[in-house]
């Protein structure tokens, strides 16, 4: 089986900080890309980031120059550091990744992480 694991979600003030954490565990032989989504109320799931085994990126034009994607190959691991936080921002947020097995790849995804943001 294999697990995302996502953290790092809280109460922040707009113009605040947040660092969302997502760990991947199980069998698997690699990670291909890796990615977040949010989900606000009343609203459909949207594609916030993503980036590639080797570090490529994409970005929603609701949050360039205020999120940055990352990832640790080594630790299995994306990061989303969330700056300048606005109310618009809250949503519960979830990491998905393209598990790499012999043959197929299959997509999984996190159970999510509230963040909110308070004006």
């Known amino acids: 089986q294999v697990h995302l694991v996502e953290s790092g979600g809280g109460l922040v003030q707009s113009g605040g900080s947040l660092r969302l954490s997502c760990a991947a565990s199980g069998t698997f032989a690699s990670i291909n890309t890796m990615g977040w989504y949010r989900q606000a109320p009343g609203k459909q799931r949207e594609l916030v980031a993503h980036i590639t085994k080797l570090g490529g990126t994409n970005y929603a034009d609701s949050v360039k120059g205020r999120f940055t994607i990352s990832r640790d190959n080594a630790k299995n691991t994306v990061y989303l550091q969330m700056n300048s936080l606005k109310p618009d921002d809250t949503a519960i947020y979830y990491c998905?990744?393209?598990?790499?097995?012999?043959?197929?790849?299959?997509?999984?995804w996190g159970q999510g992480t509230q963040v909110t943001v308070s004006s």
């Open positions: 998905n990744a393209l598990m790499i097995f012999v043959n197929v790849e299959r997509i999984y």
